[in-house]
């Protein structure tokens, strides 16, 4: 049995694990996230991860862009 400090992690060093933010999909769109998932050889969270964190550096973009 492997112990919880050496098991392998599949999320980056810092990621709060303990507090997952849920979100609802519609089954088209939650079908898509899983398949380019499958695709990337990624779970189905670390892809919905790396689509918020791409949504979040255009998002940041977009509002400095209105803000000057």
Not at 37 to 51: F, G, N, T
């Amino acid at each position: 049995m492997t112990s919880q400090v050496n098991a392998a992690r599949r999320s980056p060093r810092g990621v709060v694990t303990e507090k997952p933010i849920p979100i609802r999909l519609l089954p088209a769109e939650r079908a898509e996230v899983a398949a380019i998932a499958q695709s990337e050889s990624r779970s189905l969270a670390s892809m919905s991860r790396l689509m918020l964190l791409r949504g979040l550096a255009d998002f940041r973009a977009k509002n400095a862009a209105t803000a000057n």
